[in-house]
């Protein structure tokens, strides 16, 4: 285990080591030099409005329709904790041809190329649901050390997108990123529990960093959150630490996600002693993206 430059939840005690992977693996595509450089940099991007309102209008309709139809026996339909609310839909990509398409789309296929440099695949795709008064917040955490540590993604070469299907604004519960943070990878205290996703997808509690750790990674960089109108999105490496606080607002803030993972990157078996977590959460089967 300890060959593994990404292990975590192995000890009682929490530690911070450099990445060793690339950040960007860069290839020709849509972005700027400085754009590559800015993500290299900070660990995500935001691209204001780069869905129209019609394209966005679509794409939200169907995310209320799928919460509202989903079939009790499909997994995928995760609730907020002590609520029948629905939280997240997973597996967009198998159940929607609308989301399918949209994840081929090259305003997001040419970006996670080029910053990956190489074919993708879906990792995985949902939608997060805040409805207004009642969204819940995401502890912080690192997506990567979730996906090493319970699905066994081997390396840091995924990009994950949110597309905001909302307006996302400071009283809604808007993504919260630290930037630079991509740059050190956490490990966690603890070991992973039996079936720990039926309760973290609710509710995360191993996986996630101390407040030390959060202090180490903003001595630096002050917390951002990416704010604007439905259509917008926000890029951001597998390794930013990110998070978001519960929605007091009247409106909703719906978030339509698709994690890209390079084709060179394929799973194996998790980085624990559990087996690996189910294909709605990790697709494990690799069809690129084209």
Request: charged content about 25%; proline content about 8%; hydrophobic content about 35%.
């Amino acid at each position: 285990m300890k060959t593994d430059p990404y292990f975590s939840r192995t000890g009682t005690k929490w530690e911070a080591t450099p990445r060793v992977d690339p950040v960007v693996n860069d290839a020709s595509g849509p972005l700027s030099s400085e754009e590559v450089t800015q993500y290299q940099q900070d660990g995500f991007l935001f691209a204001p409005a780069l869905f129209s309102s019609d394209e966005v209008d679509s794409l939200l309709t169907e995310a209320k329709s799928m919460a509202a139809s989903w079939p009790e026996e499909r997994p995928g339909l995760i609730r907020e904790p002590n609520s029948e609310i629905v939280r997240s839909i997973f597996r967009l990509h198998k159940h929607s041809d609308l989301y399918k398409n949209l994840f081929r789309d090259e305003r997001l296929l040419g970006r996670v190329t080029q910053l990956l440099g190489s074919e993708v695949y879906l990792h995985q795709s949902r939608i997060n649901y805040k409805p207004a008064l009642n969204g819940k917040e995401f502890f912080w955490h690192s997506d990567f050390e979730t996906w090493h540590v319970e699905d066994g993604m081997p390396r840091m070469r995924a990009i994950s997108v949110s597309l905001l299907l909302t307006e996302s604004h400071e009283f809604n519960g808007p993504l919260m990123l630290i930037p630079g943070s991509h740059e050190t990878y956490i490990r966690c205290a603890g070991e992973t529990p039996e079936n720990h996703h039926q309760q973290s997808l609710r509710r995360q509690e191993y996986g996630v960093p101390t407040k030390e750790a959060l202090e180490l990674l903003t001595e630096k960089r002050d917390i951002v959150a990416p704010k604007g109108p439905a259509g917008s999105i926000v890029f951001f490496e597998c390794n930013t630490m990110h998070g978001s606080v519960g929605n007091l607002s009247p409106t909703p803030r719906i978030n339509l996600f698709a994690v890209y993972n390079s084709v060179e990157n394929a799973l194996v078996d998790p980085f624990c002693n559990q087996p690996a977590r189910p294909d709605y959460l990790a697709e494990r089967e690799i069809e690129p993206v084209q």
